[in-house]
């Protein structure tokens, strides 16, 4: 019996590897010959964006000087946040020392960059001074600004039963929470976004829908009441996959409130407030705006805390200034070069960017190779020949055992690695894909600079 489980288990895997082979589809990156071109490079930030992209650039280049300035030891693997609150990955199973994961030529600064000097390509650091670089490749990741919801305590996650699986030890408590929520008798399960940019912006419907599938699973959901208060006018665009998830959110029985903003938790009474964004509300609607309020009572709440570039970033001259983009303090790059448009020696992509695109991994997976061949070039003294098309992905949970792939590109134009299957349904082979096939792939493939 034993023998059958495994020998199953090993088929489940081995099709979710195969599915995620089909995925990689276009390389825009030539591994065969190596430049010679000389040059500093210093990476800011060692998470998916930063380590992917030393790999390319160990590869690319014949003799490399890159080193990679980042605070943690250990890497997180974000994307298996939702999976640890779902109770299907552990927690330790998404942690990997980053010892173990930034190429062996690349020197290492356990430091925080506090101050960023274009002008003089140098970037000054918490503990280790004032660094120097030819080129800097900027890849620090978004800043979770959880100040901005009055009552919410980032250190204090799950007080209240407030949850956010935005962060590790979140992820877990909010696992913890969803093994006692069919307890919660008559329960008011609440669940929201917010109204910044986000990385992952599927992660809050992820949540929703497998919470409500774990009380469907333990005969817990009748006596529940569950809602979603989003700050957009729809769930997702491109409309496709917000259509398909607005229709499952009737079946069901998710209640959605749209233009709706949480401001803050009063974590010891469980009361959510909201304000009331009016239709012609610009977005992002200034966090400074004044509107109705009103009070939610909840027993189980998941929010999302508003994001931003890290403050250095911000105080930067480096950032986004007009626009609706300019609220964050992204940093201001051409959209298909990923090169700074008034640095020429400054690259970026990932969360911190400006990129009019979703912030995910998926994303990164396609803007790396974009970005290392292009900073090679500029290397070289030639102009940048390769663009990126806005590729992002979000496989969207909507049950244990289906997924929405979500796959698109600027313009929020359909970009399905399988076109010839209907986009807008959620399949078994995408949750395969999530449990057993994303995780080696992201760490044996996209980290290396293999894919
Ligand atoms: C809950 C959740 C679910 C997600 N689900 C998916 C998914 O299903 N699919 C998907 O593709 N993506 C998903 N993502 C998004 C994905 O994880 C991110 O888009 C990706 O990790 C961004 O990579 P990055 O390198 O830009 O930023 P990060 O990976 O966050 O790395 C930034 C690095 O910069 C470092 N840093 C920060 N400040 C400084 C500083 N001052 N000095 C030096 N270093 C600094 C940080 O320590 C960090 O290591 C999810 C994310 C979350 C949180």
Redesign the pocket.
Known sequence: MEKKTTSRRKFLKISALTLGGLIVAERSFDYFSKSKSKGKIVI???????ITMAAYLTDKLQDPNITI????EI??Y??G??MIAGGVFTAEEVLKPNKDLIPRSVTWIK????ELNPDNNSLKTEHSGTIDYDYMVL????QLDFNLIEGIDAGRLGEGNAHC??THEG?QRCYEALKKMPDLKNGNIIFTDTYTKI??G??PKKICLMSDDYLRDHNARDDKSFHYYANGTNLMTPKIYGDRLSELYDERGVKTHYKHRLVSVDTYSKVATFELLPEESPAPTPADANFERINVDFDFLHFVPPMSA?D?VKQSSLTITEGKLSHGGWIDVDSHTLIHKKYANIIS????SGLPTS??????RMQAPVAASNLVSIMEGKEPKKSYNGYS???IVTEYGKVLMAEFGYDKELMPTLPFLDSGVERGMWWLL?KHG?KPMYYHGMLKGLM
């Open positions: 800011v930030g060692g998470g998916a964006a930063g300035i980042e605070p943690n890497h997180h974000q994307p946040y939702t430091d925080k960059v506090v890849v620090p990741g978004c699986i935005y992820s990385k992952c599927g992660a890290p250095f992509f990932g969360d911190a912030k995910t991994g998926a994303a990164i992905a979000c496989p999530k994303l």
